[in-house]
């Protein structure tokens, strides 16, 4: 029923920015809360950040002050901003619900900062 597509990643260095897009199809997309995952190999995957439908936001210490999540319910699409990017950041980063739906899952987008 959800459909999920990740887009923006790629290969940055130290210091740079990506803007990472999520298209939610077969969604009311403007009733749910959504967030940003990620997950490096070896490690659980992390909710990076979160914004509710009025457009509250929350982010996990590591990213606080360098990655911004919005989203424009008119195009059903949510966005993380990041901004100095550290190495440590390389991860696939997903997009889904806050609370994730297992079953919506994407391929998500893979982020590498490295020099």
């Known amino acids: 029923q959800v459909q999920l597509v990740e887009s923006g990643g790629g290969l940055v260095q130290p210091g740079g920015s990506l803007r990472l897009s999520c298209a939610a199809s077969r969604i009311i997309f403007s009733a749910y809360a959504m967030g940003w995952y990620r997950q490096a190999p070896g490690k659980q995957r992390e909710l990076v950040a979160s914004i509710t439908r009025r457009g509250t936001t929350n982010y996990t210490d590591s990213v606080k002050g360098r990655f911004t999540i919005s989203r424009d319910n008119a195009k059903n699409t949510v966005y993380l901003q990041m901004n100095s990017l550290k190495p440590e950041d390389t991860a696939v980063y997903y997009c889904?619900?806050?609370?994730?739906?297992?079953?919506?899952w994407g391929q998500g987008t893979q982020v590498t900062v490295s020099s």
């Open positions: 889904n619900l806050d609370p994730p739906r297992q079953n919506s």
